[in-house]
């Protein structure tokens, strides 16, 4: 009896679990592991909503955007504190603006936006969805609260070209906005959100709409509005004329500007080529070894 336990003892050790040691098993493969080290990222940030009010609308700041009469032009003054490479690339900024309010999320209507057969459909769009008895397109609160501040920018009294193209993502402008829906009614209600649209020019061009409906997953978020493709010298001092139509006053909203570009040199190079170039690579690869490992 004894030796038979003994016999059942070895069986049971030989039978184990432990997978078969390999250098992939136990995630002992070389493996590269850059560090990025970054040379610098020159940025220019200029809050404007109470500096853009006049003297005598201080204490009624509401007061002063919702009346039209009102000059909303404003001048501010930026400084470079060193160089900015091309493409200096504009955000303007917004605080206290629930874009992930979950109302506000859903009130838009996708098939709208993508095709002209369903230009009808406003469902989801409510309070946006039709204004005198037609259809709005596009339809919902997002469209009609787009963002319709303007900047126009001078250095040492000469004007700066700003571009405005390729400031969306190309698979919304291909996937998610058609080329054959044009705005319709949009605006024409007695409530005016924010910014208009040039109901000649499609949707999947209109791409300061369709970064705007990209809502954003915090209050506090910047979006792309154009580049400047030319450089910006060290102490450079950089005149911004604001169309201030924007009305974050009554929520107590805040608005800002940005102006942002990556250090110059070698690193910048090699931190183009790594986001744009081996993260999809290595995101694969991650996404790969569950699976084997699963198996």
Known sequence: MKGRRSSSDSSSSSKTKKPQYSKFTQQELSACKPILTPGYVVEIVDRYDEGCIPPNYSDDMLAYIQNSDTNKTCTRSLKATKLMKSPVYIYYQLDNFYQNHRRY????????????????????????????????????????????????????????????????WESDKKNKFGSDVYPKNFQNGVLIGGGKLNSSIPLSKQEDLIVWMRTAALPTFRKLYGRIESDIQANDSVTVIIE????????????????????????????????????????????????????
């Open 105 to 168: 999320v859903k009130s838009r209507n996708d098939k709208q936006l993508w095709s002209k057969k369903h230009e009808d459909d406003t469902k989801n769009c409510a309070p946006e969805a039709t204004s005198n008895g037609l259809s709005i397109v596009p339809c919902g609160l997002i469209a009609w609260s787009l963002f319709n501040d303007s900047y126009g920018f001078s250095i040492k009294n000469k004007m700066v070209k700003v571009s405005k193209k390729n400031i969306a």
């Open 244 to 295: 201030n139509n924007y009305n974050t006053y009554s929520f107590g909203g805040h608005l800002g500007i940005q102006l942002s570009c990556l250090g110059t040199g070698i690193q910048q190079d090699i931190r183009y080529r790594f986001l744009t170039v081996y993260i999809p690579h290595l995101s694969s690869i991650v996404t790969i070894i569950p699976c084997v490992r699963g198996h």
